[in-house]
């Protein structure tokens, strides 16, 4: 708080140390305030006379309210107060410290961008609006908490959103009632659309060139002031197989890697299964020698083949919560040293059998590679594995068929969650499992349902096509 003296008037400076710059306050508001070449004014002009005049910042605005006021305050601005006037002078000054831009920890590529979101809600806007120089970029601001007050943005890009998703993306955040707004997974939490399923309908993202895609497929943006994780709906179930990076290589191999993903997928939730089931119940499935090798590599073993799977399930994910956890050098060496060792002592000691520790090894590496929902998986992998050790593959199918009419019954702000795989839309079958040449992605996805088609000029289109 500083006092300034302005004719015959006493000015208020007002503003909290440690969120606003107080250097750019002393060179834009004290310093132009103490000059000596004033003149008196009535009340009614002098509020303008000083915003005109004698003010230096970008942002200046005036409030007769109080509570705008301390909005102002608590945001980092500066209010001043003039004696006498019932009215004050809102100066943007913000200059708390913020995270520098960084490559994002959980969305790593080798080609690509490497910036990523940091905490701060108008250095995310602004990584955005470097990617798409389009005035039709909007952001639409408010403020969400009854104590925390903490403003979100919504982005999406006028004339090729989806208009519907928008509406129904601001009748959700409307109804929107709690007291703190800590991170974007409290606004998750009350606009996605199932929540008690294993299966995300909200997308979240930490680096701007992707965020930047799903807004040019006419897709909604939500970024939360304090989070580096800003939220795109609608998400879709292909999307956990899709990176960033599939779109900066060479189609064919992206393709590849995107079909591995998917068996890395099924193999990750299907493979303890279909070895219990296979070891108890269809012997007969599986070559002699091999039955040889795991029959041998079983006796002694006192537990069963379901016991022996939850056991090592469970002990992996104990190892990478720790992992996770705990700071990252150490967290390393606890996850490679502590999967080596416990996996080693564990055969050793005649708790496990060898070919157990390989599935287990197989399922925690394929794991990784579907990370979206990755925390979905290890509740899947037990529903599989109970069915299996009950009535062997026919549980593992009749399961199955419960997740697709689960997942063929998800919506997310209405659309279809196994689109374009179900229903079939064709057209966007070029992005999906596979991936085209991006000359032949010229239209945008159909079950977003854009209002413009085209990605490209069509002209651009055409010589493409010649060459």
Known sequence: MRRVKFNNR????????????????SKEVIQPLMMD????????????????????????GDSKYIENCIDSLVSGDTVVFVEGVSEA?????????????????????????KEGFNESLRTNITLIRRRIKNPN????????GKQTNTEICIAYINGIVNEDILKTVKRRIKKVDVDAILESGYIEDFIQDSTFSLFPTVGNNEK???VASKLLEGRVAI?????????TVPYLFIESLQTSEDYYSRSILSMIIRILRFSALLISILLPALYVAGVNFHKDFIPFELLLS???????????????????LTAFEFLKEAGVRMPRPSGQAVSIVGALILGEAAVNAGFVSNPMIIVVALTAITSFLALPISAALPIMRLVFLLSANVVGFLGILFILLLF??????????????????????????????????????????????????????????HIKKED
């Not at 006493?10 to 306050?25: K, P, R, S």
């Not at 179900?422 to 079950?447: C, G, V």
Request: aromatic share 10%.
């Open 404 to 461: 697709l009419i689960h997942l063929c019954s998800l919506r997310s702000f209405g659309v279809p969650y196994l689109t374009p795989i179900s229903p079939l839309i064709t057209k966007d079958l070029k992005d999906s499992f596979i991936k085209a040449p991006m000359w032949m992605m010229f239209t945008r996805p159909k079950s977003i349902i854009s209002n413009q088609d085209k990605y490209y000029r069509m002209k651009i289109n």
């Open 89 to 113: 002078i809102l100066v943007g000054s913000k200059g708390f410290e913020v995270r520098k831009i960084d490559t994002p920890d959980t969305e790593t590529t080798i080609r690509g961008s």
């Open 223 to 231: 970024i939360t002031d304090g989070t580096p994780f800003v939220l």
């Open 37 to 60: 070449d004033k003149k008196t004014n009535p009340d009614n002009y002098i509020i303008e006379e000083i915003k005109e005049k004698y003010l230096y910042s970008a942002e200046i």
């Open 208 to 210: 701007p060139d992707i």
């Open 137 to 144: 970029l909007v952001f639409e601001s408010m403020k969400l």
């Open 294 to 312: 795991i029959s041998a590599s079983r006796e002694g073993i006192p537990f069963s083949p379901l016991t022996e799977s939850i056991l090592m």
């Open 10 to 25: 006493i000015l208020l400076v007002t503003y909290f140390d440690g969120l606003a710059d107080t250097q750019n306050i």
